[in-house]
């Protein structure tokens, strides 16, 4: 039995050194193999030997002669790109974006269409089916260089199965078995997880948490969640029950949550949220009927609330106050937990108006207790490429 286990061992530890050269030339690259051997403190031969395998499989490749006095010239390694691609699938509430990328995530073609409107899980999987074929037939792209496709789903995920549960957690469309129905049709390895998972995982690889240990991406719009890095790993189970970053409480006496707690982050945080609590506040300033509907017809959004705070109508700013001190005390339960050197704060609440997303870093600065560092703290625009990029990430992890 020991031979067994030393092979399985040796065919771990070859897939790790596979991953940590790639990781680094990614993040640093390009670079001579002296350098790869001083980032990663692998050996010399182990270097080598990952490097050459890597480069007869197309992934790497020798570029860009470095002038040197001392013998022989080093050469850089650099990502092949155009060697091979795969597609990067972002599925929200309302949309759903997909890009084919190659290997250095560089964008070849983007789609982002609408789902607002689909409530079954065929109409779902033929949508999906449709923008992958557009993408592939604009593309041209030689189906032999696709590694596979990913996916990032907002609700309730089964990771290793890729059967999405609880689609947006809003129980209308649940049991999609996506995995398998991709995998028939595009004949690909096809990974899906819960987009916050996703979204940290493209940010750890490509972004702001690149050479993080610890880190937290959070998203803000029709729910709240995050995804988490600890010891350089996604923490997948946040994001495996209902119960995830969103619902923890913040308040104890605060409004019933969906989840059928009180005073959770999603009842203050949520642009449905922000916008139920405009409509509370109108409905009690005016009592008349005829106001009202006039009101209901020119719906005060989350949108505008933002843009008239902005502008110095600061008349309904508690409500975004509110907002901000609820998403704060989550933030500061969560960096004393878990530590993390990162926070990435994204969504449309964040995109919305600097005035929210200054206010949570203020309050998250002024709670948190003397002895805590301050992580740093950057924002993503929901527009970035780098939702579907997380998407993508999860094949290049698993293939390479």
Known sequence: MKPKLNRANNKMLRQINRKKVLSYINSFGPMPRVEICKKTGLSKPTVTRVIEQLIAEGYLVEKDYIESDKGRHPVNIEINELSHFCFGINLSKNTLGSALVDLKMNIVEKRLVSISKIDDAESLIETIFNVIDEILECSKIDKSKLLGIGVGVPGLVDHSS??????????????????????????????????????????????????????????????????????????????????????????????????????????????????????????????????????????????????????????????????????????????????????????????????????????VETRLGYDVEIPKIYRRRVKDALYEVGAATMIIQQTL
Request: some cysteine.
């Open 162 to 363: 890729g059967i999405i549960k609880n689609f947006a957690l809003g129980g209308k469309i649940c049991g999609i078995p996506l995995k398998s129905r991709l995998e028939k049709r595009y004949g690909l390895p096809v990974e899906i997880d819960n987009n916050c998972n996703t979204r940290m995982l493209g940010e750890h690889w490509y972004g702001y948490a690149i050479g993080c240990s610890n880190a937290m991406f959070v998203i803000n719009s029709e729910g709240v969640g995050c995804g988490l890095v600890i010891d350089g790993q996604i923490y997948r189970k946040l994001n495996n029950t209902a119960s995830g970053f969103g619902h923890l409480s913040v308040n104890m006496n605060g409004p019933k949550c969906s989840c059928g707690g009180k005073g959770c982050i999603e009842t203050f945080c949520t642009t449905e949220a922000i916008e139920r609590r405009l409509e509370e506040k109108l409905s009690s300033k005016f009592k008349n009927k005829n106001i009202l509907a006039n009101i209901e017809q020119n719906k005060l959004t989350y949108k505008k609330l933002h843009q008239n705070i902005e502008k110095g109508e600061v008349e309904y700013a508690s409500i975004l106050i509110e907002a901000a001190c609820a998403m704060a005390a989550g933030l500061v339960s969560m960096i004393n937990l878990f530590r993390p050197q990162v926070i990435i704060l994204s969504g449309n609440m964040f995109d919305a108006s600097d005035y929210y997303y200054n206010m949570v870093r203020s309050e």
